[in-house]
Each structure stands twice: as C-alpha cells, then as structure tokens.
C-alpha cells in the first residue's frame, strides 16, 4: 500500500509516518521507484503500538 492509503488505514497523517520513519520507530518501506514506496501490514500494526505507547505517555 502507498503512505497515503496507510495513512488513511492507522489514521496517521502522512507527515507523521515519514517523522516515524526518519527517527526509526518505523521500519523504511520499500522502495518502488523514485516516488513510490510500498507499506505492508506490519508499518501498519507498528503505527497502532506507537499511537498506543504515545496515548499511554501523555
């Protein structure tokens, strides 16, 4: 799936995803070419456990 459609599945803004992914709390997703990048179920199960652990510490 495309960050967009991830986004739209974890209800996480894709500014967001990419601040994950840029700290690495989120794996990279693969690469597709130069302006695509693939997320699988397991970005999308790592979203829900760091909106759960930043829910837990607010």
Do not use: C, F, W
């Not at 974890?10 to 690495?24: D, F, L, N, P």
């Not at 997703?29 to 130069?34: F, S, V």
């Amino acid at each position: 799936m495309r960050i967009s459609e991830l986004s739209q599945l974890s209800g996480v803004s894709t500014a967001s995803i990419k601040y994950y992914v840029r700290a690495g709390l989120l794996p990279e997703g693969a690469r597709q070419g130069y302006n695509h990048t693939e997320y699988d179920t397991s970005h999308q199960e790592r979203l829900r456990l760091i909106r759960v652990l930043l829910d837990e510490g607010a």
